[in-house]
């Protein structure tokens, strides 16, 4: 395991002036392969895996593990069609938008108000002045009302605000997905691929979105992930 922590300091970025001293973050390499979603839809119990984001690659949670620090990907198909949500472990939380997107559903054919995951930016301090808020998260919604591959609440690239309990207190972190869709022969294909992710080890303290690796000098505990999911 390579975990250390990120020394702050600084290229080229603007936000130079923010301490980055107690941040562990690990960076996606390809290492870890694909993670599988939760899949509710006959019975099963967490059948998915979680990424834990005080974790590296060759620790992440094996299926049907959600420590703390964890978020998952479930894909639901009910009466209102098929979705993508976003779920943590017992004792996490994930930033909700304040705004919200109309995705059609049987119940609502002019659109029902969801609410994905608020935006952060590079740069970004994370801490209690972030919308945290217990419960699931959108990522995507289809059904036959849409007549599109269906809508996303997030963009191909969106970073998360986590914070989470530990013995020591509340923690906070990020995590940076890149999501990647195809349609072939009516089949859609979604890819969320972690980017990087981390938190401050030190409870309470804000946690810094750190910019990528080449705007870093050093950037240590190399991690990967992905989620698949496919319909």
């Known amino acids: 395991m390579l975990t250390t922590r990120t020394i702050a300091t600084l290229a080229t970025m603007s936000v130079s002036s923010l301490s980055f001293a107690d941040m562990i973050v690990y960076q996606n ?17 967490i059948y998915g895996q979680s990424l834990d984001i005080t974790l590296g690659t060759n620790q992440q949670p094996k299926a049907g593990e959600t420590p703390a620090g964890s978020i998952f990907f479930m894909h639901l198909i009910d009466l209102n069609g098929e979705f993508i949500w976003m779920g943590t472990g017992s004792v996490t939380n994930t930033a909700r938008s304040t705004d919200f997107i109309l995705i059609p559903t049987q119940l609502g054919p002019e659109g029902v108000p969801y609410y994905g995951p608020q935006v952060f930016r590079t740069g970004d301090a994370i801490d209690e002045t972030a919308n945290f808020v217990d419960g699931w998260r959108p990522i995507h919604g289809y059904n036959d009302l849409t007549g599109t591959p269906g809508i996303f609440t997030v963009d191909d690239t969106f970073t998360i ?14 995590a940076e997905f890149k999501r990647v869709f195809t349609v072939l022969d009516g089949v859609v294909d979604i890819d969320i691929i972690p980017q990087r992710w981390g938190y401050n080890d030190v409870a309470g303290e804000a946690a810094i979105v750190i910019p990528a690796p080449a705007s870093l000098l050093v950037l240590s ?11």
């Open 221 to 231: 505990g190399l991690s990967a992930g992905l989620i698949r999911r496919r319909r």
């Open 29 to 45: 390499t390809g290492e870890l392969g694909a993670l599988v979603y939760y899949d509710p839809n006959f019975g099963n119990v």
């Open 161 to 174: 605000a986590i914070e989470f309990e530990q013995n020591d207190g509340l923690h906070y972190g990020f």
